[in-house]
């Protein structure tokens, strides 16, 4: 029997839902497995500690399977806690609803124009909201400039959020808050920047101005993609099928800043942290957790190691992250009260050799020239402008410079999954098959470079120097003569 309401009787007791069949009060848009395993956790916990009417309608852009595997089942999925001493299932139930918006993006804008919604959060990744990596400034692609310029059912995420806040406005439907739940640097105020761009080519700046706000967030919880063996643990804790299924690590944070004009579930009850400001927050996770991720995912895969936790045991590379957070990671940022970036970092590294989490390389290499910038490109930015050579970050980039050559040193393919892909293989084949030339090559992507760093001829030395090695020898003994 598969998962659902009516099969939740023949479910073990402790892993049934906190709640059931819950109002909608909240849309989110990207029904990832990170926010399946993250948001939705904290948000059903928030209404059985505070009650309200927050049920989440999932909105999919583009993924029919998980959209129809849900509405399958009533909305429910399960989250499976993978820790090193064993495991931990519950299924959720905070989900209210579940749209396809490739299929019907005219029921999506009908949505966000309902009163009883008042929340929209999303996780698109970085490349959904259409962001130029080196500068943060909107893209207006051909897809997005027809969803401003014409009547046709929205495409984009922009578009979507736009045209859904035209109809809110008209609808008299009250004030909304937009909450962005993804890893970008000052992510509520690039939302902020993103909404009022397009508030003002649609004409309802001052409408936008007075109902809609943006909160920041900082979001953590290591969720690998889920795979055959996360639904057969999943059917074996259950006793039903869940072919919505996800995993993740036991450990979970969510920092918010409390600014939502017509109230929000209690979150806080649920483990959250409310706060004025998340900025700090936002920045040690980025840098630290999700800069140390995209490093060691860059060496790793290209030496071979198909998980992070596996990449991680090779000789030398936690010695090189742990020196890339102490002496550029580190002085590149100010903590948030009372906390260490250094014990941060421990903390970070001690998560990712958790054995029960098979959090593949690759997998967190995809996007890298969406991911590079917050994550390491503003780290090595900021060392320059001190005047500092931030030796560690430029091994990271030539990491990926060696990953997006697509093989690894034992001679195996790797994927090049990259919004920028077919730039990067143009470059690539255009330039001279040197360290020198590569570097020359993909500095020249203007959307993830900028051109001071593009041009800083001692960081270029840095880089060619780590590029020419890792080509040379490898990862493995360029670590060992690190």
């Not at 959060?121 to 400034?137: F, I």
């Not at 105020?189 to 900082?218: F, Q, Y």
């Amino acid at each position: 029997m598969e998962l659902s309401r009516a099969a939740l009787p023949r479910v073990p007791a402790g892993c049934r839902p906190r709640i059931s069949a819950p109002a909608p009060g909240i849309v989110h848009l990207g029904v990832s497995a990170f926010h399946r395993a993250h948001q939705a956790v904290f948000t059903e916990e928030a209404m059985a500690a505070g009650g309200g009417d927050w049920g989440i309608v999932h909105v999919a852009p583009h993924s029919p399977q998980i959209v129809g595997a849900m509405r399958a089942q009533d909305g429910l999925f399960s989250v499976t806690a993978l820790g090193p001493e064993g495991t931990s299932t519950r299924v959720v139930g905070s989900s209210a609803g579940q749209l396809l918006a490739a299929a019907d993006p005219d029921a999506v804008v009908a949505l966000l124009a309902d009163p009883a919604v008042r929340i929209v959060t999303l996780t698109v990744t970085e490349k959904g909201y259409r962001l130029d990596g080196a500068t943060g400034r909107m893209l207006l692609d051909d897809e997005l400039r027809a969803d401003l310029e014409t009547d046709r059912a929205p495409r984009t995420v922009p578009g979507l959020l736009i045209r859904g806040l035209c109809a809110r406005r008209r609808a008299g439907a009250g004030p909304i808050a937009l909450v962005s739940c993804d890893n970008l640097p000052a992510n509520g105020h690039r939302m902020r920047g993103l909404i009022d761009t397009l508030a003002v080519a649609k004409g309802i700046s001052d409408w936008v101005r007075e109902n809609v706000t943006c909160p920041g967030t900082m979001v953590d919880r290591i969720v690998p993609a889920t795979t055959a063996e996360t639904l057969t643990l999943a059917a074996e804790t259950l006793g039903v099928r869940d072919r919505a299924a996800v995993n993740g690590e036991p450990y979970r944070a969510w920092v918010i800043e409390d600014d939502f004009p017509a109230g929000r579930p209690a979150w806080d009850l649920a483990g959250a942290v409310m706060t004025g400001d998340p900025r700090p927050w936002e920045t040690l996770k980025l840098r630290t957790l999700n800069g140390v991720h995209s490093a060691i995912a860059y060496l790793g895969a290209v030496a071979g190691h198909e998980t992070i936790a596996a990449a991680l045991t090779m000789p030398g590379l936690e010695t090189a992250v742990r020196l890339f957070i102490a002496e550029d990671i580190a002085p590149s940022l100010e903590p948030p009260d009372g906390v260490d970036t250094i014990a941060y970092g421990d903390e970070v590294l001690v998560r990712f050799e958790n054995p029960a989490i098979a959090y593949r390389t690759t997998q967190v290499a995809g996007d890298g020239t969406q991911k590079l910038p917050p994550r390491v490109l503003h780290t090595i930015q900021d060392r320059r402008a001190a005047g500092e050579m931030p030796r560690w970050g430029a091994l990271v980039v030539a990491a990926w410079m060696r990953f997006v050559q697509g093989v690894t040193d034992d001679g195996q393919p790797l994927p090049l999954d990259d919004p920028l892909a077919d730039r990067i293989r143009a470059r690539l084949a255009a330039a001279p098959a040197t360290p020198e030339g590569v570097v020359e090559a993909l500095l020249g992507l203007d959307t993830v470079f900028n051109p001071q760093l593009a041009d800083d001829a001692e960081f270029r030395a840095v880089l060619v120097g780590w590029l020419t090695s890792l080509e040379k020898h490898g990862v493995a003994a360029t670590l060992a003569g690190a």
